[in-house]
């Protein structure tokens, strides 16, 4: 059974600093892992989607790594802002039940 | 604008009386799913569907139903609610397989 896991639970930051977020899953055998923004009460966005045979995807301040063999994965935060505070989640899609299997989130907090 | 929209947004009912959530998508999306978010649980998949008139269950089916009749609408429907159906419910809906997933604004459902 595929397992995710993301830890920090929470984390607190000071503005402009390059962050990591971790993320990883126990079964490798993924078709794609997507990373997704929620704020407080709201749905999900998705940011990042890397499919199994690709090693990263960039999107604007945002960089997510994929390293399948060792079943983990990576958001880099670039320069974060307090806009960026939000919880982030992340998920492997591995083609069974056409379902997504969640990591339960990092909170972030960034402080001006 | 493309999106997946669900309604209501909140709603507060009591345990036994029947409700059905709609969330419908305008992106001619093959498949559909229902999540229910928990606090430490994170998010299930309650349902799927891979188009009209397939669906199968989730993790978590026990207490919903689901129907597919046309390709943009997947309502989740409780027949009896109970207090532990409490919880924030998203629809997701996706193209393909291995496509990134759109999320609903989320449900918030109580039941007394």
């Known amino acids: 059974k595929q397992e995710v896991t993301q830890i920090p639970a929470a984390l607190s930051v000071p503005e402009g600093e390059n962050l990591v977020l971790n993320c990883s899953f126990t079964?490798?055998?993924?078709?794609?892992l997507q990373w997704f923004r929620q704020d407080p009460g709201k749905g999900l966005t998705s940011l990042l989607l890397?499919?199994?045979?690709?090693r990263e995807q960039t999107s604007g301040r945002l960089n997510a790594s994929l390293d399948k063999s060792s079943g983990r994965s990576t958001l880099y935060i670039a320069a974060s802002q307090p806009g960026d505070s939000a919880t982030y989640l992340c998920?492997?899609?591995?083609?069974?039940?056409?379902?997504?299997?969640f990591g339960k989130g990092i909170t972030l907090s960034v402080r001006p | 604008e493309a999106q997946v929209t669900q309604n209501p947004r909140y709603l507060i009912t009591v345990t036994g009386k029947k409700l059905t959530v709609t969330c419908s998508q305008n992106m001619n999306h093959e498949y559909m799913s229902w999540y229910r978010q928990d606090p430490g649980l994170g998010l299930r998949q309650i349902y799927y569907?891979?188009?009209?008139?397939?669906?199968d269950k989730g993790d978590v089916p026990e207490g919903y139903k689901v129907s597919r009749k046309e390709k943009r609408n997947f309502p989740l429907i409780l027949e009896s609610p109970s207090p532990n159906q409490t919880s924030l419910y998203f629809c997701a809906s996706r193209l393909l397989q291995g496509d990134t997933q759109y999320f609903g604004p989320g449900t918030r459902l109580t039941v007394l």
């Open positions: 079964d490798s055998a993924i078709y794609n």
């Open positions: 890397i499919q199994s045979s690709q």
């Open positions: 569907s891979m188009n009209v008139e397939v669906t």
């Open positions: 998920a492997v899609f591995t083609g069974a039940n056409s379902k997504l299997t």
